[in-house]
Structure formats: structure tokens, C-alpha cells
């Protein structure tokens, strides 16, 4: 299917003003057919003045379809829709005719004629399936009413309102939330049972008919839990198109105003309400949740380095090298855990950036002794974000790759100079990984299967077994050294 900028640049001469116009007008229009009973079809004039192209389609939420199947992306020529011409070319609202019949199915067409700057630039469809239509009721009559006001706005190019300075918000009332009429006083005329029960929870016994709202709002929720009086007044009196939050200790609320004026004087406005209560103690507890793991994090890392520096205290003490040299590998292991944790107390989620793990850890281990003088460490390509669980392992795997460099490769009598290179490459779904070094290279008959090094022992365990993924151990093609190739897979 086809988008609106792909059928507007395809077929329409419409420019990026008209387009941004149309977006704010459909950003909204689940509130018109909601309002309206009925399926909204967006027509886009054809470049040649051939026909209509359908750029957008809503159905309602409040009622049946009268569009079961979806119409983005067909065209009808000039000609076979009368209603459509008609709007197009009167640039007004067009409801003469009998129903049309679809699968058996009458539905009533009216055209609406989307104006922008004194100019018709498409025209909207409003569609009302007739099956099965009673008497309205008094919350019906006055959705249909508001409907009649919003596209009289549309037709007149006074809608969106003040799009400018209208906020996104994530969880913007809808029209079953809760809907309110106010008039160009600020006071209620009409208030659906969703919106008077919002009002109960606030703390309100009454009924709201007749009430000014704002001065309500102002009795019912206290000032810290409300927006400036300027904004309080302008939304909850029907006069800026915006959205705010109020509430109590208990409850949260979000507002949304949207003026009416069909023919350019202000009559009052529409305000839609949403009870957001539970996604506000949701939203309180995933933050919560957030920051102890955070701190958890935070404490791991620094119990790790507390044991770090106690096996650094203990291999001081000790005079046999083989023991002394065994407690630094362990320092450094516990170093490269540590490292992890520490990043993952400072995210919001999860996951974490390893390029800078994998840095610090291959400067960790290249530091410690003259090593650091004698080899550097480099890195090409991203690891982009991994799961902790996967970056725990991996941080480990390099550690005791690059390490093995350093101590296996190159002399330790500080007259050889080298570097590790480490190459990365993501790919559908796996991430591949080279250690490569330019020292000594393995020895002769080395298999990595009847190898008793503790360091590859770790390095095998945790790729084939924690990550699930594939090392291999070989020469550096065409080059001096040896090359660690690890392949995982991710996500």
C-alpha cells in the first residue's frame, strides 16, 4: 500500500505545504469519524485533472464500516463519483443524493472539500453505512454535531487549529475516552458518562452541565498537579488547541481542547478526556524498576572491584611467580566483568554500546606491566548494542584473547614491538569478530582441541556454550601472527 507522499509526488502537483496540511488534517481524523459514525476516505486531485487518487482511509471506532475492503491507492476518474467533482470543483460541502449500495449495504456519501490557503487541494469522503440506523441519542446527536462543526472548519481551511502549536501527545484522549462540549464562555453543554465519571474520580458530586470548567478544575485539582492558570484557562476553556495533564494525588488525567469554528467565530469548543492513572503508576513503576536495576548493576560492579583489588593485594604477597601471575589473569577477569557492569549502570535499558567496553578492555589488559609500552590495541568496525547477557560473555572472550596475545606472542624482554587489531562485522543476525596480532604466531602442532590453557578453555567454553556460537584458532592469512575468530550469533 502505497503512502501519502508517494501518491501525492506520483500523481498530484500538490507541494510540501499542501502535504504537511493533509498529515495534520489525517494526524486527527480518527477523531472526525469517530464523531461522524462513519469511514473517512482522503481523495488527492489527479495532476492531468483526470480523476481522484485515495491517499488515506480511517475507519470509525464508534460504529460499523462502510468500507470493508481498502481503497489507498485506487483511482476514480472524473465522472463516476458526482459528490467528488462536485466538492472539488463548488469547493463546498456536497450531501445531495441517494445512498449508494455496497454488498448489500446502503451508505450514505458526503464530500468534503479540504481547503489551505483560500486553495481546494483535496477533497475528504465521509462515508456512513445506514444498516441498521435509529433514532440518535442525546451523546450521538452531539458527536454528529461536533462532526458537522470539524469539517465545516475543514471546508473553510480553519482546521487543524493553530497546528502549530499543537502538542504531540503519546496519550492523547480518544472520543469513547470521555467528550465534553463547552461553549464560547467556557461552560459545559454537553458531557458524555465517560467524561462526567473522569470528573467523579477527581472528586466532583455533581453534574456538569452548565459549569465552567476551568473553574471546576481549578476547585477539584491543586496547583501543583495542574498547568499555569494562562494554559489552564485557554485548554480547559475551549480556546487553545492543546493538550495538558492534571490531576490529583490519585488520579491523572490528559485534556485535550480543540476550538470550534466552523465559520470562523469562535462557538466553543470540543474537549476529550483520558484517565491515564494506571499508565502514569505503570510509567512510575518502570522507572523505579529502571533505577534498582541500575543500582544493582552499580553494586555488582563495585563488589567485582573489591574483590579485584583484594586478588591484587594477594598476588603482591606472593613471591612464586606462576601463583603471582595466576592471581593477575583472575584480576583481570574480574576487571573486564566489572567493566560491563559499570556500563550497564549507566543505561536505560538492558542493552549496551560495547565499543567502548571493548575498548577499555583491550587498554586494560595491554597496560598492565611494560606490556603497554610495547603493544597498542585497535579497533575497526562497530559492535553497536548487545543484550547484557551476550556482552558479559563477549567481554570476557576478548579479555582472554587479547591477553593471550600479549603474553604468548611477543617477547617479554621489551625489545619487540606490536599490534592488535581487532575487526568487527555485524551481519543478519551474527556478529564476527577477529583478534589478530602480529607476534610469533602459534606453535608448531598446536590443536586447539587437546589444548590445556585455562585462557582458550574459557575463551571455547564461553563461545560455544554461552554464546551458541563458533571460535577458531589459526595463522594470519598472509602475515605474521595469529588470528582468533570468533562468530556469534545476536538478537
Avoid: C
Avoid at 472548519?153 to 480518544?174: E, N, T, V
Avoid at 488547541?241 to 469548543?269: N, Q
Avoid at 565499543?355 to 587498554?363: F, K
Wanted: net charge negative; charged share 25%.
Amino acid at each position: 500500500m502505497a503512502s501519502l507522499n508517494e501518491l501525492v509526488r506520483l500523481h498530484t502537483d500538490l507541494d510540501d505545504a499542501d502535504i504537511a496540511w493533509l498529515q495534520l488534517i489525517m494526524a486527527d481524523w480518527q477523531i472526525i469519524a469517530d464523531l461522524s459514525f462513519a469511514d473517512l476516505v482522503l481523495w488527492l486531485p489527479d495532476r492531468q485533472d483526470t480523476g481522484f487518487w485515495a491517499g488515506g482511509q480511517m475507519r470509525p471506532t464508534t460504529g460499523p464500516t462502510a468500507l470493508v475492503d481498502d481503497v489507498v491507492g485506487t483511482f476514480v476518474p472524473r465522472g463516476r463519483k458526482v459528490l467528488l467533482d462536485q466538492a472539488w470543483e463548488h469547493g463546498r460541502l456536497v450531501r445531495e443524493g441517494d445512498p449508494e449500495w455496497r454488498d448489500d449495504v446502503p451508505v450514505r456519501v458526503e464530500t468534503i472539500p479540504v481547503r489551505r490557503d483560500e486553495r481546494v487541494i483535496a477533497v475528504i469522503a465521509r462515508n456512513t453505512n445506514l444498516l441498521g440506523v435509529r433514532t440518535p441519542s442525546r451523546l450521538e446527536l452531539s458527536y454528529l454535531q461536533t462532526a458537522a462543526d470539524l469539517t465545516q472548519m475543514i471546508a473553510h481551511g480553519f482546521f487543524p487549529p493553530g497546528a502549530a502549536q499543537r502538542s504531540d501527545h503519546a496519550d492523547s484522549p480518544r472520543v469513547g475516552d470521555g467528550f465534553l462540549r463547552v461553549d464560547a464562555t467556557g461552560r459545559v453543554t454537553y458531557a458524555s458518562p465517560n467524561a462526567l465519571s473522569v470528573y467523579r474520580r477527581l472528586g466532583l458530586s455533581g453534574d456538569l452541565d452548565g459549569v465552567a470548567l476551568a473553574d471546576l478544575t481549578r476547585e477539584l485539582v491543586p496547583p501543583r498537579r495542574r498547568p499555569d492558570e494562562e494554559a489552564l484557562s485557554a485548554v480547559l476553556g475551549g480556546r487553545a488547541p492543546r493538550d495538558t495533564e492534571i490531576g490529583t494525588e490519585e488520579v491523572s488525567l490528559i485534556v485535550r481542547s480543540i476550538p470550534l469554528r466552523p465559520h470562523g467565530d469562535h462557538i466553543g469548543a470540543l474537549v476529550l478526556l483520558r484517565d491515564v492513572t494506571d499508565l502514569r503508576r505503570r510509567d512510575r513503576e518502570l522507572v523505579t524498576k529502571d533505577a534498582t536495576i541500575r543500582e544493582i548493576h552499580h553494586r555488582v560492579k563495585n563488589n567485582l572491584q573489591t574483590v579485584a583489588a583484594l586478588l591484587r593485594l594477594q598476588a603482591r604477597r606472593i613471591d612464586e611467580p606462576a601463583a603471582k601471575a595466576a592471581l593477575d589473569e583472575a584480576v583481570r577477569r574480574v576487571g573486564s566483568i566489572a567493566i560491563v557492569h559499570e556500563t550497564l549502570s549507566q543505561a536505560l535499558s538492558e542493552r549496551v554500546a560495547f565499543d567502548e567496553i571493548a575498548d577499555r578492555l583491550g587498554q586494560m589488559v595491554t597496560d598492565v606491566g611494560s606490556s603497554g609500552e610495547r603493544v597498542r590495541t585497535r579497533r575497526t568496525g562497530s559492535f553497536g548494542e548487545l543484550a547484557s547477557e551476550t556482552a558479559t560473555a563477549l567481554a570476557m572472550v576478548l579479555t582472554e584473547a587479547v591477553q593471550n596475545a600479549v603474553e604468548h606472542g611477543y617477547r617479554d624482554d621489551g625489545t619487540e614491538t606490536g599490534e592488535i587489531v581487532v575487526t568487527v562485522r555485524r551481519l543478519v543476525g551474527r556478529l564476527h569478530v577477529t583478534i589478530d596480532d602480529d607476534g610469533a604466531g602459534l606453535p608448531e602442532g598446536f590443536d586447539l582441541d587437546t589444548s590445556t590453557h585455562l585462557g582458550l578453555s574459557i575463551v571455547r567454553t564461553l563461545v560455544e556454550s554461552e554464546l551458541g556460537g563458533q571460535l577458531e584458532l589459526g595463522a594470519v592469512p598472509h602475515a605474521r601472527g595469529t588470528r582468533v575468530s570468533v562468530d556469534v550469533p545476536i538478537d
